[in-house]
């Protein structure tokens, strides 16, 4: 497979802007989304080692990485619907009142 | 001809990557998330992955962003209006940076390993990617397979614990 | 096409994860049958399950047997670390039925919660394929969101469940990724694949794709072990959560995240030891000051135990840093010690504090020495045997991970950690200070020591003192534990 080290920079770079947007973001929903851009970023990598070295093993892991991101996606906004109901906000800049 | 549709999907997939960082609107940036989403499918296509792009559209595009969706519209969350704070910005940039420093790297000398599997892609088209991946799922990585349903029962008994009205 | 023959499987590595499962599922049978307000019988079932299941752990004590096509082990390093996610969890059992009734958030969902991460702690632990390590870090995780954000009715308890989920699915991502390029640069996800590819390779400290992999799993698991500067998390999640759940977390799941990283390094890349033991360097001196510095200006008592907790593990990775047969053996008595002092500590928190987790103060143990003498004194043995002082085990256990350190020509960072360890002495003494010296500021009813909970205080006394005592008869199981890997 020729092409592996395109799949390598684009999963790079949605790694990169998914980083950056869990960094810069605020809405604790679009966070979260942002994870979610990190995941699929890996598992484009995985994906495509696993066709460049021809066993399965990486796409395995690809299936095992979506159970996860569907658990923690229902955890997730579980337990964002709790925060939202005790301060009807979800801004991170609102998770605050521990400083030190 | 492959190159250039690859190089068509790319710049969609960050395009909309982009979109969803930087839309004030959640609804917006989830939609953008989705478009990215269907590019990857059709990365997983090209690498000769039909059962993942399959997978990746019904469980991704389909379920989990269905239900991001859904909470969005749930809590109905106000657009966020006040400016962006700039030293998070600059931490998020130098990480970005960085990593892209790394994609660099990477694009320069290709260190992957040797190709060591049996698997070819003709070999996949003739026998069919899913059966292949079942094979190998409930063989060689039956451990892991089994682990994963204790890890959605867990999901199961949080989500409920804590956002269910009366318990 | 022919039919899957599915793999005739040696079922003996994960037999204490298979009988936890299911008794956690049995108990979320009961908890649906049994009436709200009757919950606490369920807490002495998954007690007596743990202590069942340490036996069943124990008697596979010696054993090497590989297991699901290399995806699991049982090796006495496993067994170990195993015995400490038990005990963590035991204890936690014990002190959690008395606290969550006061709480009125007493759901019986609790216990079977807690024995599912214990589960994936134990696959963490024993797992020798990086889906194995993940998929187990991931049960962990997920049930421990649950467990940080259980008391829903508390918006402290929310936030949380809320920071520790988002930082740890932003953590697992880099994970994630580490075990991506890893992959790709040896073409396997077996750990001991890894480290036979690894082996055979000309110069592995050039392949930049490993080193990157390999960077981006230890961040991953640095935010795991909460060493600086991934640490951020800590403090409000600590604060913030149950309190028998932050004792849990801060004994097991750290545990659970050096298993696992001790398993990667000794064993997969043992031949990149040098570059991980200079990066292990700098993020020990950065955790133990970090951690030692800020909890000095702590007036919170929970928040100041999450700093001291950072702390702690910047000396365990002393000993990883070592990376010899003194220091990881180190490590595993350390982290053995560090669940009863730390989890003892807590009980007595629970029992000072008050409804609605008030009265968490340093200044609310004033006069707790002459109104309660025996439960001052079990606190002062923990804060004793976490501040390092002989004769517990505390002290022991940093006397190893040094001594390894040293051993292996570290001699800087055996001195910064014994400075930190002096300087970690002032906070400790604070709490001891208000105890005997201070008069109580009001009049108050003290909370009952039901039995579990005293229980709990005496294996917690029992488990800081012998060790330190009688240090050989641990330390040999400890040096045994690591002599396979």
Redesign the interface.
């Known amino acids: 497979m020729e092409n592996l080290n395109g799949y390598l920079v684009v999963s790079a770079i949605l790694f990169a802007i998914g980083t950056i947007g869990v960094l810069t973001r605020k809405n604790a929903i679009v966070i979260f989304m942002c994870i979610e851009l990190m995941l699929n970023a890996v598992n484009l990598t995985f994906v495509a080692f696993s066709r460049h070295l021809g066993h399965f093993d990486g796409q395995i892991f690809v299936l095992f990485i979506m159970t996860v991101a569907a658990a923690e996606a229902a955890v997730g906004l579980a337990l964002m619907i709790a925060f939202y109901k005790n301060k009807e906000s979800i801004s991170v800049d609102d998770v605050n009142m521990m400083k030190w | 001809m ?2 250039l549709f ?1 190089a068509i999907v ?1 710049l969609v ?2 395009i909309s ?2 979109l ?2 930087t839309c004030k609107n ?1 609804i917006n ?2 939609l953008s ?1 989705i478009m ?2 269907f590019c ?1 499918a059709t ?2 296509v090209m ?3 039909p059962f ?1 792009a399959a ?2 559209v019904m ?2 595009a389909g ?2 962003m269905v ?2 969706v859904f ?2 519209m ?2 109905n ?1 106000r657009v ?1 209006a ?1 400016q ?1 704070h700039s030293h ?2 600059l ?3 130098i ?2 940076f960085f ?2 420093i ?2 660099i ?3 320069v ?12 892609g003709d070999m996949i088209r003739n ?1 069919g990617h899913s ?14 397979f089994e ?2 349903s ?14 269910k009205k009366n ?1 | 096409m022919d039919m899957i023959s599915i793999p005739v499987v040696n079922m003996t590595p994960i037999l204490p994860e298979i009988f936890l499962s299911v008794l956690a599922m049995v108990l979320l049978l009961l908890n649906v049958f049994s009436p709200s307000g009757k919950k606490s019988y369920l807490a002495y079932i998954s007690f007596i399950g743990i202590a069942a299941t340490a036996v069943l752990v124990g008697a596979g004590w010696g054993g090497h047997i590989e297991s699901f096509s290399g995806a699991v082990i049982l090796d006495n390093f496993a067994t170990f670390f195993k015995m400490i996610f038990l005990l963590a969890a035991g204890l936690t059992v014990l002190i959690s039925d008395q606290y969550m009734e006061r709480e009125e958030c007493n759901h019986g969902e609790l216990y079977p919660l807690i024995l599912f991460t214990v589960v994936g702690m134990m696959l963490m632990a024993s797992g020798t394929d990086l889906m194995t390590i993940f998929l187990g870090l991931e049960v962990m995780s997920v049930s421990l969101y649950v467990l940080a954000g259980f008391n829903r009715n508390n918006k402290k308890s929310n936030e949380a469940g809320l920071k520790y989920f988002l930082l740890g699915a932003f953590s697992t991502g880099f994970l994630l990724y580490g075990m991506a390029l890893t992959y790709g640069a040896t073409g396997t996800t077996r750990v001991y694949k890894i480290a036979s590819v690894v082996g055979q390779m000309t110069l592995p400290s050039a392949n930049i794709m490993l080193l990157a992999g390999m960077l981006l799993m230890m961040t991953g698991f640095a935010f795991k072990i909460a060493a600086a500067p991934f640490h951020m998390w800590t403090p409000d999640v600590y604060e913030g959560a149950p309190t028998p759940m932050t004792a849990f977390m801060s004994a097991g799941p750290k545990a659970a995240g050096f298993a696992a990283l001790l398993r990667i390094l000794l064993v997969a890349l043992p031949t990149l030891q040098i570059e991980w033991s200079q990066l292990l360097w700098v993020l020990a001196v950065l955790t133990m000051t970090v951690g030692n510095i800020t909890a000095l200006r702590q007036d919170n008592i929970k928040r100041m135990l999450a700093y001291s907790s950072i702390a702690h593990a910047g000396y365990a990775l002393v000993g990883l840093v070592a990376g010899n047969g003194t220091g990881t053996a180190g490590i595993l008595f350390y982290m053995l010690s560090y669940a009863f002092m730390n989890i003892g500590a807590f009980a007595i928190i629970i029992l000072v504090s008050k409804k609605g987790e008030t009265n968490g103060n340093v200044m609310d143990f004033a006069g707790l020495g002459f109104k309660r003498p025996l439960l001052a004194v079990a606190m002062t043995i923990f804060l004793f045997s976490l501040a390092g002082m002989p004769p517990t085990a505390g002290f022991i256990g940093k006397f190893y991970l040094f001594s390894g350190a040293v051993q292996k020509g570290y001699i800087w960072l055996a001195v910064i950690g014994v400075l930190n360890s002096a300087a970690s002495v002032y906070y400790y003494l604070r709490v001891m200070v208000y105890m005997y010296m201070k008069e109580p500021t009001e009049e108050f009813e003290w909370t009952q020591v039901t039995a579990p909970v005293a229980l709990a205080l005496i294996i917690s006394v029992a488990g800081s003192m012998i060790p330190g005592i009688v240090p050989s008869f641990i330390l040999e199981f400890a040096q045994q534990a690591v002599k396979l890997i």
Not at chain 2, 131 to 144: H, V
Not at chain 2, 150 to 163: E, F, K, M, N, Y
């Open positions: 492959e190159t690859f790319s997939a960050i990557a982009i969803v960082i959640p940036s989830a998330l990215t989403f990857l990365y997983y690498l000769d992955a993942m997978v990746q469980v991704y379920a989990i239900l991001i909470t969005i749930l809590l969350i966020n006040t962006k998070r910005i931490l998020g940039s990480i970005g990593t892209l790394n994609t790297v990477l694009l000398k290709s260190q992957a390993a040797k190709p060591v599997g049996p698997f070819t026998i059966e292949l991946i079942g094979r190998e799922m409930f063989t060689t990585f039956l451990l892991p682990i994963t204790i890890l959605l029962l867990v999901a199961i008994v949080g989500s409920v614990i804590l956002a318990i």
